[in-house]
């Protein structure tokens, strides 16, 4: 309140030389001024939930100093609710992380901010563990190298949490972009990449469009397909019943066939006995016409009984196809929007779409990535033509299997001459592949269209 108290409403308006009816003297409130240490002071705030004032579903602590006991006992009062965490400067290291898990077990936290924590920078693969949730990872200014992310990038190969994940103002190299496209060849988890203000150049560049396009797999790639393989024949092969070297299934003797045989022969040798017993059968089996009367009456009572106790179900489903309400229901019913469907990749290694060229195996591409940053950067003209040729290749090969691939890259802030013919080839690619496209209607369809109305 009282920042807000020394806050000041300026307004920039542009002088039309005539006076506007809708701005008042003062002028209207479009954003507020503070000063500009306000951001960098230490601070707690916290976001509370929109459907319950009193839980709170982001905590965001600022400057102060968050060591083992302070989360710790955190850990035992943490709400339900909280789905963001943001530790900024807050003197993090290697204990501060492992106190910290306990607590991203216990609550499904889906965004986690450390940044600028640079005491920590090698210890960030402790949190890439199948308990932990979290979805959104931001790990900026924490001059991470490229010995510090060999770590993380080996957890994160087989992370399926981690959607979003930032990287930004690091020292990570290009040594540290090749690590990271290794772990994204078996990744298909990750969408967002942020790797801006990280000393990339046209060598790391290069290593991440080698990801996008096609793969070669190494020799322990193919001895990790195999075992697969064979581990997934050995699970399907213990489902299905054994078999007999014919190929015929195993079944037990039936006892109750044989059982059943031995009771016919001895019906048929021993009549006497057998064929009394059946006379008898017969006659309790004939109801007389007053038993035969008795027991329809007996039916329909208990038919009655029985309609009356599923009376109330059949008039509940019933209710739904008849009348007003029934009406309402299937309306809505026939209203719901289809789910929008969802491609699910799987393992790289058992690819069905594989091909061999000059002996080795070739799978296809990390096309689950869909949004990259690589601003400020040392990215030259031969990089961009590097990812031109790799979203070229995704162009032709994924339409055929209904997967987009990459939809937006950004080259802002880099040592690349803007007028190349790549460079403009590269943007109008990444334009149309843009969801948020649309395409401008020509002058001819406008036209015909004046025409047709």
């Not at 040798?269 to 009367?293: N, T």
């Not at 309402?328 to 789910?339: A, D, F, I, L, R």
């Not at 033509?385 to 802030?413: E, I, S």
Request: aromatic share 4%.
């Amino acid at each position: 309140a009282q920042n807000k108290a020394k806050c000041k409403a300026v307004v920039s308006t542009q002088s039309t030389g005539a006076a506007n009816p809708d701005v008042s003297d003062n002028g209207p409130v479009t954003y507020l001024t503070v000063d500009k240490m306000t951001s960098l002071r230490p601070a707690i705030e916290v976001d509370a939930d929109d459907e319950n004032k009193t839980s709170i579903k982001g905590l965001f602590i600022k400057g102060w100093r968050v060591e083992v006991p302070l989360l710790t006992c955190f850990t035992f009062c943490v709400p339900a609710t909280l789905s963001t965490l943001s530790l900024w400067r807050c003197g993090l290291n290697r204990e501060t992380l492992e106190a910290l898990l306990p607590l991203l077990t216990k609550v499904p936290v889906k965004t986690l901010a450390l940044d600028d924590n640079p005491d920590c920078a090698g210890h960030f693969h402790i949190l890439l563990t199948e308990e932990c949730a979290i979805s959104n990872l931001s790990l900026r200014g924490n001059g991470m190298t490229c010995e510090h992310l060999a770590l993380f990038c080996a957890g994160l190969t087989h992370n399926k949490s981690i959607i979003k994940l930032s990287l930004h103002n690091n020292n990570i190299g290009d040594d540290g972009v090749i690590t990271l496209a290794k772990s994204l060849r078996l990744n298909r988890t990750l969408l967002t990449l942020n790797l801006s203000h990280n000393h990339i150049t046209d060598k790391g560049t290069k290593a991440i469009a080698e990801v996008l396009t096609a793969l070669t797999l190494s020799h322990e790639e193919i001895v990790a397909r195999r075992k697969l393989i064979s581990e997934s024949k050995v699970s399907t092969s213990a489902d299905e019943p054994p078999t007999t070297p014919g190929g015929r299934a195993k079944e037990r003797p039936g006892s109750n066939s044989r059982s059943g045989s031995h009771t016919a022969l001895d019906k048929k040798g021993k009549g006497g006995a057998s064929g009394k017993a059946g006379k008898k059968q017969d006659k309790i089996d004939k109801p007389s016409a007053k038993d035969g009367r008795k027991s329809e009456n007996k039916g329909t009572k208990d038919d009655k009984r029985k309609g009356s106790r599923l009376g109330t179900t059949d008039s509940k489903s019933k209710s739904k196809s008849k009348g007003p309400a029934g009406k309402k229901y299937q309306e809505e019913k026939e209203q719901e929007t289809p789910q929008p469907e969802t491609v699910e990749f799987q393992n790289p290694l058992i690819e069905a779409n594989l091909s061999e060229t000059d002996g080795k195996i070739v799978v296809p591409g990390n096309y689950a990535l869909t949004c990259v940053n690589l601003n400020s950067n040392k990215i030259s003209n031969s990089g961009v033509t590097n990812l031109y040729k790799a979203l070229h290749y995704q162009d032709n090969v994924t339409m055929r299997r209904g997967v987009k691939g990459l939809l937006r890259l950004t080259l802002k802030n880099n040592q690349l001459d803007i007028s190349s013919k790549h460079y403009a080839d590269l943007m109008e690619m990444m334009t149309r592949r843009d969801p948020f496209y649309e395409q401008p209607l020509l002058e001819e369809d406008n036209s015909n269209a004046t025409t047709a109305t």
